[in-house]
């Protein structure tokens, strides 16, 4: 999933959940999105870091919030 793909179903996400955190939409998108893209989203975070073990979904969470923080602080 490219991160352009990511900020369109996060803010999908969002909508439908206006109350909840950044980092709690990015939990329930991690979720709805399944196991596959949590390994992905996780190894991508990894990497980034330069980690080569962390807890699965909290390191795909991140990855999410990341990319979302990335496009808002360009768009500032």
Known sequence: MSDEELIVEFALTRL???GLDLDEVAALLVRRLGPERT???AAQNLSDRGELRGALF????ERVMRVVLALRDAAD
């Open 58 to 61: 909290d390191a795909a969470v």
């Open 39 to 41: 390994v992905d989203f």
């Open 16 to 18: 439908d959940h206006p």
